[in-house]
């Protein structure tokens, strides 16, 4: 109620920011890692599993590379930071206190 209703929106626009990215690099991968699968168009016993594989590897993979955004959107929505912070100032404040290692704190 201090912040008023600006501070609901603390954040969006970090995870709008992550959002595209991550469905993007987890396209690619998922394409990427069929290609180099035994997977094929005909269905047989262990398509499945080669298909749920590439869907989890390209998850990890996207969420590894867009983790930093959401740690970034995630102090970004913490009370008391309406309006006084940027992305980057906030990306740049979390470098300094732990190092890059500290963008992935959490994984």
């Given at each position: 109620?201090?912040e ?64 930093p955004l ?5 102090r ?20 300094r ?11």
């Amino acid at each position: 109620a201090e912040e008023g209703g600006r501070a609901l929106f603390n954040g969006n626009g970090a995870n709008c920011l992550r959002v595209f990215p991550h469905a993007g690099i987890g396209c690619l991968a998922y394409s990427r890692f069929i290609k180099w699968s035994p997977a094929d168009s005909e269905l047989d016993r262990f398509e499945l599993i080669w298909r749920a594989g590439a869907g989890a590897a390209a998850g990890s993979v996207a969420t590894i590379a867009t983790f930093p955004l959401d740690t970034v959107r995630a102090r970004l929505t913490l009370p008391g930071s309406a309006g006084r912070r940027s992305l980057l100032g906030v990306g740049r404040e979390i470098v300094r206190e732990g190092g890059v290692r500290r963008l992935y704190a959490g994984l």
